[in-house]
């Protein structure tokens, strides 16, 4: 069964940065794959994604403070966020999209808290 897992959440000061990782267990090569946040008593929701051939596309809230890459070779996705404020507090998932749902069984998710 494919296996997603994220990591490099943590506790960062209001206006810093901080850059998440997710490793797949199968290859990412052919998926466009997404990272999404859900923050306590909100849905889940999807902050962006980037498909096989690169092009990407960003969600709000968090346009502009936010990039996302991949390396195929690694089978890995990565978040970075910058200028980072607190309601950005959630728990950070990844997984692979396709038509506004997801394909693979979500994550444990990495935990960001934003705080001073």
């Known amino acids: 069964q494919v296996q997603v897992a994220e990591s490099g959440g943590g506790l960062v000061q209001p206006g810093g940065s901080l850059t998440l990782s997710c490793v797949s267990s199968?290859?990412?090569?052919?998926?466009?794959m997404a990272w999404y946040r859900q923050s306590p008593g909100k849905q889940r929701e999807l902050v962006g994604r980037?498909?096989?051939?690169?092009?990407?596309n960003y969600e709000d809230p968090m346009k502009g403070r936010i990039a996302v890459s991949r390396d195929d070779v690694k089978n890995s996705v990565a978040l970075q966020m910058n200028s980072l404020k607190p309601e950005d507090t959630a728990v950070y998932f990844c997984?692979?999209?396709?038509?506004?749902?997801?394909?693979?069984?979500w994550g444990q998710g990495t935990q960001v808290t934003v705080s001073s």
């Open positions: 997984n692979a999209w396709w038509a506004g749902t997801t394909l693979f069984p």
């Open positions: 980037i498909t096989p051939n690169g092009d990407i």
């Open positions: 199968i290859s990412i090569g052919l998926y466009t």
